[in-house]
Nanobody, 124 residues
Framework: QVQLVESGGGLVKAGGSLRLSCAAS????????MGWFRQAPGKDREFVAT????????YYADSVKGRFTVSRDNAKNQMYLQMNSLKPEDTAVYYC?????????????????WGQGTQVTVSS
Protein backbone atom coordinates (compact mmCIF):
# COMPACT_ATOMS: atom_id res chain seq x y z
CA GLN A 1 0.00 0.00 0.00
CA VAL A 2 1.44 3.35 -1.07
CA GLN A 3 0.52 6.62 0.62
CA LEU A 4 0.94 9.85 -1.33
CA VAL A 5 0.88 13.35 0.12
CA GLU A 6 0.98 16.48 -2.03
CA SER A 7 2.21 19.86 -0.86
CA GLY A 8 3.25 23.22 -2.27
CA GLY A 9 -0.05 24.53 -3.54
CA GLY A 10 -1.20 28.08 -2.96
CA LEU A 11 -2.31 31.38 -4.45
CA VAL A 12 -0.14 32.97 -7.13
CA LYS A 13 -0.58 35.71 -9.70
CA ALA A 14 -0.67 34.96 -13.40
CA GLY A 15 2.84 34.59 -14.74
CA GLY A 16 4.15 33.34 -11.43
CA SER A 17 5.57 29.97 -10.42
CA LEU A 18 4.89 27.21 -7.93
CA ARG A 19 6.59 23.93 -7.15
CA LEU A 20 4.44 21.02 -6.05
CA SER A 21 5.84 18.04 -4.18
CA CYS A 22 4.49 14.53 -3.77
CA ALA A 23 5.89 12.46 -0.91
CA ALA A 24 5.47 8.70 -1.12
CA SER A 25 5.62 6.11 1.65
CA UNK A 26 4.71 2.48 2.23
CA UNK A 27 6.07 1.08 -1.01
CA UNK A 28 9.10 0.90 -3.26
CA UNK A 29 8.83 4.29 -4.93
CA UNK A 30 11.18 3.46 -7.80
CA UNK A 31 8.86 0.68 -9.03
CA UNK A 32 6.01 3.08 -9.78
CA UNK A 33 5.31 5.27 -12.77
CA MET A 34 4.10 8.56 -11.35
CA GLY A 35 1.66 11.11 -12.64
CA TRP A 36 0.16 14.51 -11.95
CA PHE A 37 -3.51 15.23 -12.60
CA ARG A 38 -5.73 18.22 -11.88
CA GLN A 39 -9.41 18.90 -11.42
CA ALA A 40 -11.05 22.28 -11.71
CA PRO A 41 -14.52 22.96 -10.27
CA GLY A 42 -17.22 21.46 -12.44
CA LYS A 43 -14.72 19.68 -14.69
CA ASP A 44 -13.40 16.17 -15.02
CA ARG A 45 -10.00 15.22 -13.68
CA GLU A 46 -7.42 15.76 -16.41
CA PHE A 47 -3.93 14.48 -17.05
CA VAL A 48 -1.05 16.92 -16.55
CA ALA A 49 2.25 15.01 -16.64
CA THR A 50 3.79 11.60 -16.12
CA UNK A 51 7.31 10.35 -15.42
CA UNK A 52 8.79 6.89 -15.73
CA UNK A 53 10.34 4.88 -12.91
CA UNK A 54 13.91 6.06 -13.44
CA UNK A 55 12.96 9.66 -14.16
CA UNK A 56 14.53 9.88 -17.61
CA UNK A 57 11.30 9.89 -19.60
CA UNK A 58 8.37 12.27 -19.26
CA TYR A 59 5.20 13.20 -21.09
CA TYR A 60 2.99 16.28 -20.78
CA ALA A 61 -0.46 17.46 -21.66
CA ASP A 62 -0.37 19.98 -24.50
CA SER A 63 -1.87 22.62 -22.22
CA VAL A 64 1.20 22.62 -19.93
CA LYS A 65 4.01 21.62 -22.29
CA GLY A 66 6.88 24.09 -22.12
CA ARG A 67 5.63 25.58 -18.83
CA PHE A 68 5.57 22.63 -16.42
CA THR A 69 8.37 20.20 -15.59
CA VAL A 70 7.93 16.91 -13.75
CA SER A 71 10.84 15.28 -11.94
CA ARG A 72 11.47 12.72 -9.24
CA ASP A 73 14.07 11.81 -6.64
CA ASN A 74 13.87 8.09 -5.93
CA ALA A 75 16.36 8.36 -3.07
CA LYS A 76 13.97 10.73 -1.29
CA ASN A 77 10.72 9.07 -2.43
CA GLN A 78 9.59 12.37 -3.89
CA MET A 79 8.10 13.65 -7.14
CA TYR A 80 7.90 17.28 -8.12
CA LEU A 81 6.00 19.51 -10.52
CA GLN A 82 7.64 22.83 -11.33
CA MET A 83 4.98 25.14 -12.73
CA ASN A 84 6.07 28.32 -14.48
CA SER A 85 4.18 31.00 -16.41
CA LEU A 86 1.02 30.07 -14.59
CA LYS A 87 -2.33 31.05 -16.07
CA PRO A 88 -5.75 31.45 -14.43
CA GLU A 89 -6.90 28.34 -16.31
CA ASP A 90 -4.31 26.34 -14.36
CA THR A 91 -6.43 26.84 -11.24
CA ALA A 92 -7.40 23.41 -9.91
CA VAL A 93 -6.78 20.82 -7.25
CA TYR A 94 -3.61 18.97 -8.23
CA TYR A 95 -3.23 15.28 -7.47
CA CYS A 96 -0.27 12.95 -7.66
CA UNK A 97 -0.77 9.30 -8.48
CA UNK A 98 1.25 6.08 -8.65
CA UNK A 99 0.89 3.23 -11.14
CA UNK A 100 2.68 -0.10 -10.68
CA UNK A 101 3.70 -0.44 -14.31
CA UNK A 102 6.53 0.17 -16.75
CA UNK A 103 5.14 2.49 -19.41
CA UNK A 104 4.23 6.15 -19.02
CA UNK A 105 0.55 6.46 -18.20
CA UNK A 106 -1.87 9.27 -19.03
CA UNK A 107 -5.16 7.61 -18.07
CA UNK A 108 -6.39 8.22 -14.54
CA UNK A 109 -8.26 4.90 -14.09
CA UNK A 110 -5.00 3.00 -14.59
CA UNK A 111 -3.37 4.54 -11.53
CA UNK A 112 -3.39 2.48 -8.35
CA UNK A 113 -2.83 5.11 -5.66
CA TRP A 114 -3.77 8.76 -5.25
CA GLY A 115 -2.96 11.60 -2.93
CA GLN A 116 -5.53 13.89 -1.34
CA GLY A 117 -4.71 16.84 -3.58
CA THR A 118 -3.37 20.36 -3.14
CA GLN A 119 -5.13 23.53 -4.29
CA VAL A 120 -3.49 25.80 -6.84
CA THR A 121 -5.17 29.14 -7.50
CA VAL A 122 -3.88 31.53 -10.14
CA SER A 123 -5.29 35.04 -10.07
CA SER A 124 -5.45 37.28 -13.12
Amino acid sequence: QVQLVESGGGLVKAGGSLRLSCAASGGTFSTYVMGWFRQAPGKDREFVATINRSGDSTYYADSVKGRFTVSRDNAKNQMYLQMNSLKPEDTAVYYCAADYTIALQTRAPRYDYWGQGTQVTVSS
